[in-house]
């Protein structure tokens, strides 16, 4: 069964920059993962960064300028470069996709920034 897999996280200072990563395992092709998500302790999961299907990307307000997602079609991966980051971009990252049918969560990520 394929599923997203998520990687790249980790615990970095504030200001620091981090570079996610989610692909496919098992049928690379069966999902095509769009979209990050997050969730910090103690407050809902928000979207960071998606493709949608018009091939525009809307970013959260709270990312903007310093977050970029990208994508290597030949791979169906997709990368969430985080630059300038903050402690409050603690959380656990999410990555989305979508077979058209349904929607897949990855199993998520801790992103830690310090102060």
């Known amino acids: 069964q394929a599923q997203l897999v998520e990687s790249g996280g980790g615990l970095v200072q504030a200001g620091g920059s981090l570079r996610l990563s989610c692909t496919v395992s098992?049928?690379?092709?069966?999902?095509?993962?769009m979209a990050w998500h997050r969730q910090a302790p103690g407050k809902q999961r928000e979207l960071v960064a998606s493709?949608?299907?018009?091939?525009?990307?809307v970013y959260g307000d709270s990312v903007k300028g310093r977050f970029t997602i990208s994508r290597d079609n030949a791979k169906n991966t997709i990368y969430l470069q985080m630059n300038s980051l903050q402690p409050e971009d603690t959380a656990v990252y999410y990555c989305?996709?979508?077979?058209?049918?349904?929607?897949?969560w990855g199993q998520g990520i801790q992103v830690t920034v310090s102060s």
């Open positions: 989305g996709g979508t077979n058209h049918r349904n929607y897949f």
């Open positions: 098992g049928s690379i092709f069966s999902i095509n993962p």
């Open positions: 493709f949608i299907s018009d091939g525009s990307i």
